[in-house]
């Protein structure tokens, strides 16, 4: 089995990872979203339009973690 970042083969104490950079860099991943699927449903949209015009009224960075 393969590492699914970088490819080398796994080591046992951090499978399916080779490493724990390669762990980390997948959790980091998790956290900003990068595997997020994106949502079809029209009040999702609609929320992410509202919070992105407030928060650029505010001068902040939109969040997609806000609820």
């Not at 959790?27 to 449903?41: E, F, I, M, T």
């Not at 339009?49 to 928060?55: H, I, K, N, V, W």
Request: contains cysteine; negative net charge; proline residues 7%.
């Amino acid at each position: 089995m393969s590492c699914p970042i970088c490819g080398e083969e796994t080591a046992r104490s951090y499978r399916p990872f080779c490493s724990r950079r390669c762990a980390d860099l997948d959790l980091a991943k998790w956290l900003n979203g990068a595997y997020a699927v994106p949502s079809r449903d029209p009040e999702d949209i609609e929320k992410a339009l509202e919070e992105t015009e407030r928060s650029r009224s505010y001068g902040e960075k939109p969040s997609q973690f806000r609820h």
